[in-house]
């Protein structure tokens, strides 16, 4: 599953820096506002092509039919209420054609998600700015075996490592001292792992977790999965996040995506010809 998974990273992830290069020296919020109108865009016309339209416009045009006769003869409690079983009958009729296409829109909205909370979830550290780097065991007892931290030229290593044996865990807090992609080495015992260290302005991808849970590396596209057999079951750097703003207003990469996304995605429906 874990190989399945970074597969599937290792195919987007190139696509959407090709999608996002344009957008480097910009503010994060337009590449943000142009993948999500091309996602809203890109998902009614798979929502049309996965669907029975015929059978959505009918669903539709009844439940239109059935609101103006609701105001017609709202002073008739028993012809109203007939239309609204009829509404109610057909709403859930309605969810029911909507649940398969829904159901395969999932997996694009998935993939395109994470590939956002790649570049949008979190910010690159300024020179001089510190972090802490944790890396959770499968078992307490190797906390006891020798740990330590190797970081390259431009990182400093602040802290001796921090056990905590009731998670178990061991953490450490670094510093940039130089902007670029740095790369860090855990030792513990006579294991080791690399994990990435991003420094320096703008926005661009980094990667804030590994894992050998397959559900959060699909979550986590930055860097592989950690092998099943590795003593550390996860490694952590807790990025500041990625403030974002338009026209003034501070916006979340997450509803931002929902909220562009939705927009232009009904506003291009009539284009496609697609009822939803």
């Given at each position: 599953m874990s190989t399945l998974?970074?597969?599937?990273?290792?195919?987007?992830?190139?696509?959407?820096?090709?999608?996002?290069?344009?957008?480097?020296?910009?503010?994060?919020?337009?590449?943000?506002?142009?993948?999500?109108?091309?996602?809203?865009?890109?998902?009614?016309w798979l929502f049309g092509k996965t669907s029975d339209q015929e059978q959505i416009k009918a669903v539709r045009d009844r439940i239109r039919g059935n609101l103006i006769g609701v105001r017609l003869f709202q002073h008739d409690i028993g012809v109203v209420l007939g239309l609204?079983?009829?509404?109610?009958?057909?709403?859930?009729?309605?969810?029911?054609?909507?649940?398969?296409?829904?159901?395969?829109?999932?997996?694009?909205?998935?993939?395109?998600?994470?590939?956002?909370?790649?570049?949008?979830?979190?910010?690159?550290?300024?020179?001089?700015?510190?972090?802490?780097?944790?890396?959770?065991?499968?078992?307490?007892?190797l906390l006891d075996q020798p740990l330590s931290l190797e970081a390259p030229h431009g990182v400093t290593v602040e802290t001796p490592p921090v056990r905590v044996r009731t998670n178990p865990e061991v953490a450490w807090r670094v510093r940039v001292d130089t902007a670029g992609d740095h790369v860090l080495l855990v030792h513990i015992g006579d294991e080791a792992l690399e994990k990435g260290l991003s420094g320096g302005g703008g926005w661009r991808s980094i990667g804030q977790l590994r894992t050998t849970n397959p559900?959060?590396?699909?979550?986590?596209?930055?860097?592989?999965?950690?092998?099943?057999?590795?003593?550390?079951?996860?490694?952590?750097?807790?990025?500041?996040?990625?403030?974002?703003?338009?026209?003034?207003?501070?916006?979340?990469?997450?509803i931002g995506f929902f909220v562009f996304s939705m927009f232009f995605g009904f506003a291009f429906k009539g284009v496609l010809g697609v009822e939803v």
């Open positions: 998974v970074h597969v599937l990273h290792v195919v987007m992830t190139p696509i959407f820096e090709v999608i996002t290069w344009p957008f480097r020296s910009l503010a994060p919020v337009w590449a943000l506002t142009a993948i999500s109108a091309g996602a809203g865009i890109f998902l009614v609204q079983r009829r509404i109610f009958t057909d709403t859930f009729g309605f969810m029911r054609l909507a649940l398969v296409p829904l159901l395969v829109m999932l997996v694009p909205v998935v993939l395109i998600m994470t590939q956002l909370a790649l570049r949008f979830d979190v910010r690159p550290l300024s020179p001089g700015e510190s972090v802490v780097l944790k890396a959770i065991v499968r078992d307490a007892s559900l959060d590396a699909l979550l986590y596209p930055g860097e592989p999965p950690i092998d099943a057999g590795h003593p550390i079951e996860t490694i952590e750097v807790a990025y500041p996040p990625l403030e974002m703003s338009l026209l003034g207003f501070g916006v979340n990469w997450l």
